[in-house]
């Protein structure tokens, strides 16, 4: 018979994973401690915006009127140990207040819940972002536990999956990762992945710690990647170079590639900025923080970036943001989402706000989660509404209904024709054609 499998936890990566194994075909059960996000879910409704999510999730919910049926949700931990033969813990990691490492409160109390009402044999999939060595720690904290004992094992497997994408990346992973202790765990994880992996997904098994290290070290990869090209794009603003032409040079050498090049404030989210910094805190306790060094500068070029950005938009402004209306487009931390966690636009428009501007934002899904952040902002429903009267516009979330701003109408709107690009992702020969100073991070001024 095929395993059967609960989520723990349903946040974005939880909720769908949980419709995901649903649509591979398997019996699901998800649990969360927040009983709204389960009467929501239960309901067919997801808590967050993510693309595609909420269809799938009602392909699959018991209760919704055409649905497989194979999907449930609970609060009960007792209904989890009975139900499951595969858990999946996929519970979040945030930053630690006032530290870089990672806080492990939910992953702990998740795993110390689990094992308490596992009372038979069962698979342990831990999928949260943690520093190295908690495997193996948890996996002892399961043994002594759990009224199962050894018949309880754990295994490792690192989630990749990017907000906006998350049900693709889902379905059809670019790899899979498992970190085992034994032959039982990948086996039975073969089985939950049979579909994928029969797609060509490669499937590669190794240990709890090298599991735990591979989504540490994509994500710094990443993070590196982008704050190069931004470094770049300091050093291009400096020598009247352009770093979108630069990015694209140097990304037709395949070894480097074109992807997540793009300079602009940087990044931000509830992923890169918080699991560098809790690797460079994990690097420091293992007595090898020197190997991770370069990741303090990759950091601080990312932050610089919010500054900057501010910079120009005084600089715009003849100096000072005093009583100046300053539009602000795009509020999450990345378009496609309506996550604002260490949002750069968020973060911009706090510190134009916090120095005497009057900041008006717009962003196509993160309004109410911006608004709960950030409550002191104008906040208005449209582009437009947000230009109205403006002295400047920034664009700093690269919504497609940005791109498809026309420049004539909104010139009709403002208080002045200009526009900064944080994303560079605007069509700036537009935008100049129709009277506005454009001017874009990293590149020549015209
Ligand atoms: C990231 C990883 O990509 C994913 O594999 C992991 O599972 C979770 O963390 P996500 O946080 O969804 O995913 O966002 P991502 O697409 O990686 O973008 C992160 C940030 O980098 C965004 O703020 C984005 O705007 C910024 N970014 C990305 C750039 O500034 N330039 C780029 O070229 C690419």
């Not at 769908?16 to 059960?29: D, I, K, N, Q």
């Not at 100096?319 to 309506?338: C, E, I, M």
Request: glycine share 12%; aromatic share 8%.
């Amino acid at each position: 018979m095929a395993p059967r499998i609960t989520v723990i936890g349903t946040g974005y990566l939880g909720a769908t994973h949980a419709a995901a194994m649903a649509e591979l075909g398997f019996e699901v059960l998800g649990l969360d401690v927040v009983p709204e996000k389960i009467e929501m879910l239960g309901r067919g409704k997801v808590p967050m915006y993510e693309p595609g999510l909420e269809e799938l999730l009602r392909r699959h919910v018991a209760g919704i009127e055409g649905s497989t049926g194979r999907l449930r949700f609970t609060t009960s931990w007792e209904e989890v140990g009975e139900f499951g033969d595969v858990h999946f813990v996929c519970v979040n990691t945030p930053q630690k207040h006032g530290e870089y490492a990672c806080d492990m409160t939910y992953v702990d109390a998740a795993f110390s819940s689990l094992a308490a009402v596992l009372r038979r044999p069962a698979l342990v999939v831990g999928k949260s972002t943690v520093p190295v060595g908690s495997a193996a720690r948890l996996a002892g904290l399961l043994r002594e536990l759990s009224p199962a004992g050894d018949e309880v094992e754990l295994a490792w497997n690192p989630e990749f999956l990017r907000e906006g994408f998350a049900v693709r990346d889902t379905l059809h992973p670019d790899r899979i990762v498992v970190g085992v202790s034994g032959e039982h765990g990948e086996k039975l994880l073969r089985e939950v992945y049979a579909t994928p992996v029969g797609e060509g997904t490669p499937f590669v098994v190794t240990d709890y710690p090298t599991a735990e290290l591979v989504k540490t070290a994509a994500n710094s990869f990443l993070a590196t990647k982008i704050s190069f090209i931004n470094a770049m794009a300091e050093v291009c603003e400096a020598a009247d170079g352009d770093v979108v032409k630069l990015a694209e040079a140097i990304g037709h050498d395949e070894r480097i590639g074109r992807k997540f090049l793009r300079a602009g404030i940087g990044f931000g989210g509830g992923c890169l900025p918080k699991d560098i910094r809790a690797f460079m805190a994990r690097a420091g306790e293992l007595g090898v923080d020197q190997a991770l060094t370069f990741l303090r500068e990759v950091d601080s070029i990312n932050m610089r970036r919010r500054g900057h950005m501010v910079e120009l938009a005084r600089e715009c402004l003849g100096g000072s943001f005093l009583g100046q209306r300053v539009a602000v487009l795009g509020a999450t931390f990345k378009p496609d989402s309506d996550d604002v966690r260490d949002s750069p636009a968020l973060n911009v428009a706090g510190q134009i706000h916090l120095q005497g501007g009057q900041v008006t934002v717009y962003d196509p899904k993160g309004m109410a989660n911006a608004r709960g952040l950030f409550p002191t902002l104008g906040y208005a429903p449209t582009a437009l509404e947000a230009c109205r009267g403006a002295q400047v516009v920034l664009h700093l979330t690269e919504w497609a209904e940005f791109r498809e701003l026309d420049p004539a109408a909104l010139g009709e709107v403002v208080a002045a024709r200009r526009i900064l690009d944080g994303r560079n992702a605007l069509d700036a020969a537009a935008w100049r054609d129709a009277g506005w100073a454009f001017r874009a991070m990293g590149r020549p001024q015209a």
